[in-house]
C-alpha cells in the first residue's frame, strides 16, 4: 500500500511540483518503478546468501521508512521545492528542480527503490518457506497461498489506488507521503510480531558460486569426452518409479537439456578423492541440473517484459489521459486520475476468490493438476489478454482525442475504464502464475532470488517503457504535426498516443507468439513435479502436454 501510493501517483508530483516535463516524468516514474524490480535481484541475493529472509525484510524496511519520511518532508517545505508554477498554461517559464532540489527529491526516491526493491521477493519467498513441501498437505496448498498473497497485494493497490491518492488529491502530496510511511511503519511492525513463529531457513553462502562452479568446471573440462550412461556422473540419483525427489531436499534428477553443462560432473584422475574434490573442477548433477533450470527460465522471463511495458502506460500516460477527461462523478465529488488504476484491483478481489474456488476445482477435476492449470498455462492466458487493453487504449484515446479537437467534447473518465479492467484479467495470471512457476522451479536456499527474477521482469519493463517513449519520439520526429514526435508535448490532444498503444499492442500480439515457442521448449526436471502431491510428471507448457522421454530421465 505505501509503495502503490507512491508510485501510481507520483508522475502528479513530479509534474506539477518538480516541474519537470510530461516524458521526463513519464520517464522518471518508470526508471523509479523500474529500478525497485531490478533492485529485488539484490534482495533475493543478499537473502539467500547472507541475511535471511526475515532480516533482509527488516533492514531494508526501514530504509524503505527512510525515504517515505524524506519525501513527505520535502513535499511539506517549500523552499525544498521549484516555486509553484501552471505546467499546462505556463510549463515554458516553470522552473524545472534542480541542484539541491533535486537531490533530495532523487535521494529520496531512490531511498524507497532500495528498501521497496529488496523487501518485495523476500515477502513471498518467506511466506511460502512456512510451507513443508515434504508434508503433502502444506504443499497443496501453496499454490493457495500464491493467490492469497496476491489477493493481499490488490487489497493494499486497492486502498493506495482510492484512499491515499483522495489524500494527496485534497490534502496535499506531503500528507499523502506522510501517510505511506505511518503505512510502513505499521507494516514493520507487523513483521516483527511474528518474529518467534516463523520458520527462518538459514542463508547458505554466495548464490553465485555453485553457479560460476559449474561453468568454470564445465569448460575446464571442455574436451572430456561426455559419459553414455549419465549414471557415471558425479552425484546422479537412481530414478525408479516409486522414488519422490522434490527440491526441498536439495536433490535434482539429471535430465539431458545443455548436455555440453554435464561434463563438469565428469570425474578424472587429477580431481583426486572423494574427500578431497576440488568444487571448481568437480561438481555434482543437483548442482549442474539448477543452473540448466536457470538457463531455461531466462526466454520465460523475457517474454514477461513487454507485458510489463504495458503496465507501465497504465500507470503513465493513461493518468494523463485520465487527467483531460471528465472525472466528475457528483456535483461535489471528482474522481483522482490515478484512482482509475484501483479499477483492475477493485475486480481482482473479486475475480482471485473466484478463481481459487471455482475455477482450480473445476480445471483440477480435468487436469489433475493441484493448481489446476500449470503456472506456464497461466502465464500465457495473462499474455494473450494483454494485447486487447491496448487496443481498447488505443480506440479510446483515438476517440477522446478526436472528440476534444474536432467538437471541444470532454470524454468521461470512465471511458478508459476496459483497457484497465482487461489488464487487470491478463495480470491475475500472468504475475500469480510467474511466481509460482519460478519458486517451484529453485532448490532450497534459491527460492528468493529466483522469485527475484519476476519483480526484475517489472523492471525490464519500465525500462523499455523509457526507452520505447525515447525511440518513438526520435522515429517519428518527422511525421508528427509538431515536428517533436508523437508523445513529445506536454498536451496529449497534440500527441499522438493512440498510434503509441498501437505500437505497443502489436509488440504484445508478437511477444504472445514467442511465448508460445519457448513455452513448448520448456521442461520441468522431473524431480520438481512430486506425483504424490498431485502434479503429474508431464512437460508443462501453455501450448502442449507430453510425457517426459528418455531424453529428459536418467535410465
Given at each position: 500500500?505505501?509503495?502503490?501510493?507512491?508510485?501510481?501517483?507520483?508522475?502528479?508530483?513530479?509534474?506539477?511540483?518538480?516541474?519537470?516535463?510530461?516524458?521526463?516524468?513519464?520517464?522518471?516514474?518508470?526508471?523509479?518503478?523500474?529500478?525497485?524490480?531490478?533492485?529485488?535481484?539484490?534482495?533475493?541475493?543478499?537473502?539467500d546468501s547472507y541475511l535471511g529472509s526475515f532480516w533482509t525484510m527488516l533492514i531494508f524496511g526501514f530504509i524503505e521508512l527512510s525515504g517515505f519520511i524524506l519525501l513527505s518532508v520535502q513535499a511539506h517545505l517549500p523552499q525544498l521545492r521549484p516555486p509553484q508554477c501552471n505546467m499546462l498554461s505556463a510549463g515554458e517559464h516553470c522552473l524545472e528542480a534542480k541542484g539541491l532540489k533535486a537531490l533530495i527529491f532523487f535521494a529520496a526516491l531512490y531511498l524507497v527503490a532500495l528498501g521497496s526493491g529488496?523487501?518485495?521477493?523476500?515477502?513471498?519467498?518467506?511466506?511460502?518457506?512456512?510451507?513443508?513441501?515434504q508434508d503433502p498437505r502444506q504443499s497443496k496448498k501453496l499454490s493457495t497461498y500464491f493467490n492469497a498473497a496476491y489477493f493481499a497485494f490488490s487489497v493494499g493497490e486497492l486502498v493506495a489506488l482510492t484512499v491515499l491518492v483522495w489524500v494527496q488529491t485534497r490534502s496535499g502530496m506531503d500528507v499523502g507521503f506522510g501517510v505511506s510511511a505511518a503505512a510502513m511503519a505499521m507494516g514493520l511492525i507487523s513483521l516483527i510480531s511474528g518474529t518467534l513463529v516463523y520458520r527462518n531457513k538459514p542463508p547458505r553462502g554466495s548464490i553465485f558460486t555453485p553457479i560460476a562452479q559449474v561453468f568454470v568446471a564445465a569448460f575446464a573440462k571442455r574436451k572430456q569426452v561426455r559419459p553414455s550412461n549419465p549414471e557415471m556422473l558425479h552425484g546422479t540419483q537412481a530414478h525408479t518409479s516409486h522414488m519422490i525427489t522434490?527440491?526441498?531436499?536439495?536433490?535434482?534428477?539429471?535430465?539431458?537439456?545443455?548436455?555440453f553443462l554435464d561434463k563438469a560432473c565428469i570425474k578424472v584422475m587429477q580431481d583426486g578423492t572423494n574427500n578431497k574434490e576440488n568444487p571448481w573442477r568437480l561438481c555434482t548433477v543437483s548442482q549442474v541440473e539448477q543452473v540448466k533450470i536457470i538457463i531455461s527460465v531466462v526466454p520465460i522471463f523475457a517474454?514477461?517484459?513487454?507485458?510489463?511495458?504495458?503496465?507501465?502506460?497504465?500507470?503513465?500516460?493513461?493518468?494523463?489521459?485520465?487527467s483531460l477527461m471528465n472525472a466528475q462523478l457528483t456535483k461535489k465529488f471528482q474522481i483522482p486520475s490515478a484512482s482509475l488504476q484501483s479499477i483492475p484491483y477493485i475486480m481482482l478481489i473479486f475475480l482471485v476468490p473466484l478463481y481459487e474456488t471455482v475455477f482450480v476445482p473445476l480445471a483440477r477435476r480435468i487436469t489433475g493438476k493441484d493448481s489446476g492449470i500449470s503456472p506456464l498455462q497461466r502465464v500465457?492466458?495473462?499474455?494473450?489478454?494483454?494485447?486487447?487493453?491496448?487496443?481498447?487504449?488505443?480506440?479510446?484515446?483515438?476517440?477522446?482525442?478526436?472528440?476534444?479537437?474536432?467538437?471541444?467534447?470532454?470524454?468521461?473518465?470512465?471511458?478508459?475504464?476496459?483497457?484497465?479492467?482487461?489488464?487487470?484479467?491478463?495480470?491475475?495470471?500472468?504475475?500469480?502464475?510467474l511466481i509460482e512457476f519460478f519458486y517451484k522451479q529453485s532448490l532450497s536456499g534459491m527460492q528468493s532470488f529466483l522469485t527475484a527474477m519476476t519483480y526484475c521482469s517489472y523492471s525490464f519493463g519500465f525500462y523499455l517503457s523509457s526507452l520505447l517513449v525515447s525511440?518513438?519520439?526520435?522515429?517519428?520526429?518527422?511525421?508528427?504535426?509538431?515536428?517533436?514526435?508523437?508523445?513529445?508535448?506536454?498536451?496529449?490532444?497534440?500527441?499522438?498516443?493512440?498510434?503509441?498503444?498501437?505500437?505497443?499492442?502489436?509488440?504484445?500480439?508478437?511477444?504472445?507468439?514467442?511465448?508460445?515457442?519457448?513455452?513448448?521448449w520448456?521442461?520441468?526436471?522431473?524431480?520438481?513435479?512430486?506425483?504424490?502431491?498431485?502434479?503429474?510428471?508431464?512437460?508443462?507448457?501453455?501450448?502442449?502436454?507430453?510425457h517426459i522421454g528418455a531424453e529428459n530421465v536418467m535410465p
Open positions: 500500500m505505501a509503495i502503490a501510493a507512491v508510485g501510481n501517483n507520483l508522475i502528479t508530483y513530479v509534474f506539477n511540483d518538480m516541474h519537470f516535463s510530461l516524458s521526463q516524468s513519464a520517464n522518471i516514474v518508470t526508471n523509479f518503478i523500474g529500478t525497485v524490480f531490478l533492485l529485488s535481484l539484490v534482495g533475493g541475493f543478499l537473502s529488496c523487501v518485495k521477493p523476500n515477502i513471498i519467498s518467506h511466506g511460502a518457506d512456512q510451507f513443508s513441501k522434490t527440491s526441498s531436499n536439495g536433490s535434482l534428477l539429471h535430465t539431458e537439456r545443455f548436455r517474454c514477461t517484459i513487454i507485458f510489463n511495458t504495458i503496465l507501465a502506460q497504465l500507470q503513465t500516460f493513461s493518468v494523463q489521459q485520465g500465457g492466458v495473462g499474455l494473450f489478454v494483454a494485447t486487447f487493453s491496448m487496443v481498447s487504449a488505443a480506440l479510446v484515446e483515438n476517440k477522446r482525442r478526436n472528440s476534444a479537437l474536432e467538437s471541444n467534447e470532454i470524454l468521461s473518465i470512465f471511458w478508459i475504464a476496459p483497457q484497465f479492467l482487461i489488464f487487470g484479467l491478463s495480470e491475475m495470471f500472468t504475475a500469480v502464475g525511440l518513438v519520439n526520435k522515429i517519428t520526429s518527422n511525421s508528427s504535426n509538431n515536428g517533436g514526435g508523437w508523445l513529445s508535448d506536454n498536451d496529449l490532444n497534440k500527441d499522438r498516443l493512440d498510434l503509441f498503444y498501437w505500437v505497443l499492442a502489436a509488440l504484445s500480439l508478437i511477444n504472445f507468439l514467442n511465448y508460445l515457442f519457448w513455452s513448448k520448456y521442461t520441468y526436471n522431473p524431480s520438481l513435479l512430486p506425483t504424490s502431491y498431485g502434479e503429474d510428471r508431464d512437460h508443462q507448457s501453455f501450448s502442449s502436454s507430453k
